[in-house]
Structure formats: C-alpha cells, structure tokens
C-alpha cells in the first residue's frame, strides 16, 4: 500500500499527541483514553507554531483526547477542522493496558520479547501491528487522496499507530517495522511522495532528542 506512485508531491505529516501522565509512569496506555498533562498541553502549543508554516491543508485525528488536544492547538493556528476518526487510535492491548513497563515485562516477558523480535503477538490478548496497519493505513491514505498538488496532510496519532502505518505505506515488512524508531511526545515523522510511492523524508523530528516516553519503547 505505497500511495497512488503519481509523484504529485504530497506530504503527509505523522504527529504523536503531547505527554500524558501515563507516559511519565511508563504505563501502557494502548486504546485507554488518557487526557493530555499541562506539560503536553504546552508541547501541543510549541509544536502547532512549528508546524504551521507547512501550511497544512487538512487535519485528521485519533478520537482519543490525549490526539484531540493535541490536533486543537495546530486547528488554533490555522483555522482547519479536525476530522476525528476511531481508525487512528492507539493499538489495543487488552491485559498489558494500564501496566508499567516493569510489570509487561515481570508478567509478559516472554510475549514482551516476541513482539521486540518482530514476532507477531497480541500483545495482552489485543491487535495484532499489521491489524492497526489494517485500520489506520487506510484512513491516513484516504485524507492524502483528497489533498491538492504539493497538499500537506497532518495526522495527529499515536506512537504505535504512527509507526505501523508508517510501515506500511513505505512497504516494510511487519517484521521491519519494529526498526522504525519510537516518536518522543509531539514529535512527528514526514512522509514524502515520490515516483515510486512515498518516502520516509523526516522521522522524530522537531526537538532536540528527548527520552521515547510511551507503549512504543
């Protein structure tokens, strides 16, 4: 699934949502809806004023508030309404939700260590990654196809979600994808159109490195 290959030179824009409390504690947050910190409020804010000179011409959103905050504060700036879609929400991951990082891996270990190996695993009895893929590639493609010539699409999502879909529309392999690095809070990746489908132009950009604080560690 690489895009229409038209070379029309769209951009598709891959935001993670600001830091929740969740992230702080390394708690798996998955599908559970966590609202944004005032710390993420705040990196929402500083991210939008960066972003917003792309010009994006259309926003899509998780329909989780911790996404909906954060797709807000860019909407602020540029005048766009969101589209909110339930496709873009985070992967769901039944038992593992609301665990720490510590106890996925105390009372999952073996699962845990499936899944970094690029094994596909339903991770707490939840989706499988090409499943998210399934659900979010689609609706990220779906908004892309309406932009004009040279349009820039933004996608406010999630750190899994943002890196399955990323997989999948560069044409990775499922076992690939755990390659892509994780996204920091409010960072983003930029996808790129070329000739031959799209292309991976920019990835966690927008900070100086910080800490991957999140499902995707």
């Known amino acids: 699934m690489n895009g229409t290959g038209s070379g029309r ?4 824009v891959l935001w993670r949502h600001g830091q929740t409390a969740w992230n702080l504690e390394r708690r798996f947050q998955g599908s559970t809806d966590i609202a944004l910190t005032e710390t993420g409020v705040g990196q929402a804010r500083r991210a939008a004023r960066l972003l917003a000179p792309l010009k994006p011409d ?11 905050a954060t797709a807000a504060e ?4 540029t005048g ?10 985070e992967t769901y991951a039944g038992a593992w939700q609301g665990l720490t990082h510590e106890e996925i891996v105390g ?58 879909t990323i997989g999948r ?40 490195p910080e800490p991957v604080l999140g499902d995707d560690t």
């Open 58 to 68: 259309a926003i899509v959103a998780s329909d989780l508030q911790r996404a909906m």
């Open 169 to 208: 529309l560069l044409g990775l392999e499922s076992h690939h994808w755990e390659g892509l690095g994780g996204l920091s809070n409010c960072c983003w990746s930029v996808l790129g159109e070329g000739a031959r489908g799209w292309r991976l132009l920019e990835h966690n950009a927008g900070t100086l």
């Open 9 to 12: 030179g769209r951009r598709i």
């Open 107 to 164: 009372q999952y270990g073996e699962q845990y260590a499936a899944w970094k190996r690029g094994e596909p695993v339903r991770r707490g009895g939840g989706e499988l990654e090409t499943e998210v893929a399934d659900r979010a590639a689609p609706v990220v493609l779906g908004h892309a196809d309406k932009l004009p010539e040279g349009g820039t699409l933004v996608v406010v999502s999630h750190g899994g979600t943002i890196r399955t």
């Open 74 to 77: 860019l909407a602020a700036i």
């Open 80 to 89: 766009l309404e969101v589209a909110h879609d339930a496709g873009l929400r």
